[in-house]
């Protein structure tokens, strides 16, 4: 059985063409998971009241042919067990669809940031706390969050709470002196982030509290390991992540959540007519789950030539 989806198309239509009808009655599907619903149907012989009858059940492989353009989405395209059946959804031949789960980015203003040109956009959104992200891409690239020291890494001087000399074991350290200079009391400084790395791992964590006299900071999530870079006494290497005062070179962008502004400051040739901002609104895309325990497995379902772009992650 072949079926069709096609940014063109409706969801309540049957699929079963490439293109809508003239008269418009009939044609390929809109998303992945109306043609996931529909063969849901086809494999049940459940009713549907469009067609006034039983469906078809499905006797044997089923392509799903996707046509080229954008399926937004704003949810995780979900398979599970119930899905299982000998199904490819494929890219048509010389089509590029692509599955976006983000928002693209519109109505900037110029301006000017730490002495540097920079677009500024409101988003409502962010400010009301409904929406957050760490990830941006501009013109297809993804774009970067400003970091100190821009290159290179610093190093704790002195972790209070924990013996040395230390090797791998048990974590649960959230404080750490700073060298003179290294860490000060950043605007949004809690969402400031301290990445270290130690042994084999990199670990974030936001900075929960500085004290500017001790230079003491204390982040809010506990390590995973003793916060030294490998066995001995020497302490861990790290650098700080997202940092408004660091907002500084071409490329760059920042997310003000409590003003629901977001900055980015252009790469040369970059305008405002000609460059496309997507920030993400989904943390994943597409979803195929079973349940093992109970041996049940979602099988048999195969994805070719799609492209999957625009979602975000969270850690911590």
Known sequence: MNLHISP????????????????????????????????RRLKSGTYNPRWGAVEERLDGPVTVHV??????????????????????FRACDGEQPIVDGGVRIEDWTEGEVNGHPCWVA???????????FRQLFVNGRRA????????????????????LPAG????????????EGDVESFRNLNEVEVVYLHFW?????????????????????????????????????????NL????????????DRGEGKLYYLPREGETLEETEVWAPR????????????QNRFAEHIRFEGITFRHADWRHP
Not at 14 to 39: E, K, V
Not at 148 to 153: E, M, N, Q, Y
Not at 212 to 230: E, F, I, K
Not at 244 to 255: D, K, N, Q, T
Request: with cysteine; hydrophobic share 35%.
């Open 67 to 88: 046509h080229g353009g954008v399926y937004a989405i704003a949810a995780p395209m979900a398979f599970g067990p119930e899905d299982s059946y000998p199904v490819t």
């Open 8 to 39: 063109q198309g409706k969801d309540g239509w049957s699929g079963l063409l490439s293109a809508p009808a003239a008269d418009g009655s009939d044609g390929p599907l809109a998303s992945f998971t109306g043609a996931r619903d529909r063969l």
């Open 168 to 179: 791998w074991g048990s974590g649960g350290y959230t404080r750490f002196v700073a060298a």
């Open 122 to 132: 409101d988003l409502p959104e962010v400010k009301a706390g409904d929406w957050n």
């Open 144 to 163: 970067s969050r400003p970091r100190l020291p821009k290159a290179g890494l610093m190093r704790m001087e002195e972790a209070p709470d924990m013996p």
């Open 201 to 241: 791992i990199e670990e974030r964590s936001p900075i929960l509290s500085f004290d500017p006299d001790s230079r003491l900071v204390t982040m809010s999530r506990p390590s995973r390991a003793p916060l030294v870079g490998s066995h001995g006494t020497q302490l861990a290497d790290y650098y700080l992540d």
């Open 282 to 293: 989904c943390l994943q895309l597409l979803a195929v789950v079973g349940d093992p325990e």
């Open 244 to 255: 408004f005062e660091a907002l500084s070179e071409p490329g760059e962008w920042y997310l």
